[in-house]
């Protein structure tokens, strides 16, 4: 179904040439017709090509009849957070997450908060493959309004917040989109808070915009010296985050997803999380030590977002640190997450390092293996044939997103990469050994396979 455009997460490329103004030009054409001309919010980070871009989108969608609210510089899930509480019928974000400044995308977002479906994406596809675009009249065109509109949203993700400590917190946006509404938003709770990284420059000279810990060693050294009791990073939209001890040390995503799930499950007395197949098996392991359900969907936040809306699960998250809070929105959102982590520790009375520490630590090994995207198809059948026999007794598989095999000791994921001629390989187990040996093995059929 997904066509050439649409990733994992929205449309992405290289600025000026995958993404140009002609082709934002034509989304905004396309969304136009879509909603019937309705009324859309927009978007942008902070990267240097977001106005060119939003400019021809926003050209698009006027000249399709749309009403433009312009939300200038917003984090993702804020701009999400706004399309529904602004009662438009869609959203627009222009971004490329945390890819570096040369890259910048599309993301698009119902009503309701949540990102466009992969049927949705393929419409939009459809629309602009066939370009019978609509071009109202003048005297029929759309309009633009320009709004401020933040103030929303952090009155409703910090409404019900309130803490018996008063926290030492440092931020780092990146001087991505966070830069103003993540320092605002623990201000206005009563956090002691310090920020680096926070002037909005679409350069990134702090830092890369994605928040892995190899990027954020600054951060970490500022906690540590500060003496704060937690550090949050973001990427540059806001819809992912990485959260540092006490101690100064970067905690690891899965650790921090497994015990906020196992946490919020325990809290509610049960219920369905959703995550994908690429997440750690300690997930699934902590939610359902507290009797809750765990859903494994394909990668990417809008398979993540679509199963959370469709099977009323009480959250959802990745193992990148996009996190789904669906009582507040259906958008990843490293803000809000940020916030509830926090609003955990003080629960539980513990800090960063305590919260995260009774969670085990897996190995996890990652492979890939070049693959002509015509051979996909085949090899990916030969693989769901020759590997299981080099691994008796298989626990179960799932084809959810590639091929995933559960076994004794660990799992092993291959999935063909969407955006490269390519295919992916996971493997994690309980110990690195085991996780090494599992790899070895499956390296090798795979070779094998391939050649």
Not at 62 to 68: F, K, Q
Not at 177 to 189: E, G, K, L
Not at 351 to 370: C, D, H, L, Q, W
Not at 406 to 421: A, Q
Request: hydrophobic share 40%; proline share 6%; net charge negative.
């Amino acid at each position: 179904m997904p066509g050439r455009l649409f990733g994992t997460s929205g449309i992405r490329g290289l600025v000026n040439r995958e993404i140009t103004p002609f082709l934002t030009l034509d989304v905004g054409l396309s969304l136009a017709m879509r909603t019937r001309s309705g009324r859309i919010a927009v978007g942008t980070d902070t990267r240097i090509s977001g106005p060119m871009l939003a400019n021809a989108l926003v050209s698009g969608l006027i000249a399709g009849g749309c009403e433009v609210q312009e939300l200038g510089i917003v984090p993702t899930p804020v701009l999400a957070y706004l399309t529904r509480s602004l009662g438009a019928s869609a959203g627009v974000m222009v971004t490329a997450s945390h890819n570096p400044p040369e890259y910048n995308g599309i993301k698009l977002f119902n009503g309701n908060s949540m990102s466009f479906t992969v049927q949705q994406q393929f419409e939009i596809e459809k629309l602009l493959q066939e370009r019978n675009f609509v071009h109202e009249p003048w005297d029929k065109l759309g309009r633009t309004t320009v709004l401020a509109e933040t103030a929303r949203y952090i009155q409703e993700i910090a409404r019900n917040v309130n803490f018996r400590k008063h926290w030492r917190v440092v931020l780092d946006p990146g001087c991505g989109a966070t830069y103003d509404v993540a320092p605002r938003v623990f201000s206005q709770i009563g956090c002691k808070i310090n920020s680096m990284n926070a002037q909005p420059d679409g350069n990134f000279p702090g830092r890369s915009p994605e928040p892995s810990p190899e990027n954020i060693k600054d951060l970490c050294a500022f906690v540590r010296e500060s003496g704060a009791d937690v550090g949050f990073a973001y990427d540059g939209d806001g819809d992912r985050f990485t959260v540092v001890g006490e101690d100064g040390v970067a905690l690891s995503l899965d650790q921090v997803l497994a015990a906020y799930a196992m946490h919020l499950t325990k809290k509610k007395g049960g219920g369905l999380v959703v995550t994908t197949v690429e997440a750690s098996m300690m997930v699934e392991e902590a939610v359902r030590s507290v009797g809750g359900e765990i859903e494994r969907t394909a990668v990417g936040d809008v398979n993540v977002a679509a199963s959370v809306h469709d099977h009323k699960a009480i959250f959802g998250g990745e193992p990148c640190g996009a996190w789904i809070h669906p009582e507040q929105h259906f958008a990843p959102d490293g803000i809000l997450s940020s916030l509830l982590f926090l609003k955990a520790l003080d629960d539980m009375r513990l800090s960063a390092s305590e919260f995260v520490g009774s969670m085990p630590r897996y190995a996890t090994i990652r492979g890939k293996f070049n693959c002509p995207n015509e051979r996909k198809t085949d090899v990916m059948t030969r693989i769901a044939k020759l590997l299981p026999p080099s691994f008796p007794g298989i626990l179960g598989e799932e084809s959810t997103d590639g091929l995933r095999f559960v076994l004794e000791e660990g799992w092993i994921l291959v999935r063909p990469s969407g955006t490269e001629p390519l295919l992916r390989m996971t493997v994690e187990a309980k110990t690195a050994s085991i996780a090494k040996e599992i790899y070895r093995l499956a390296n090798k059929v795979i070779g094998e396979i391939i050649q």
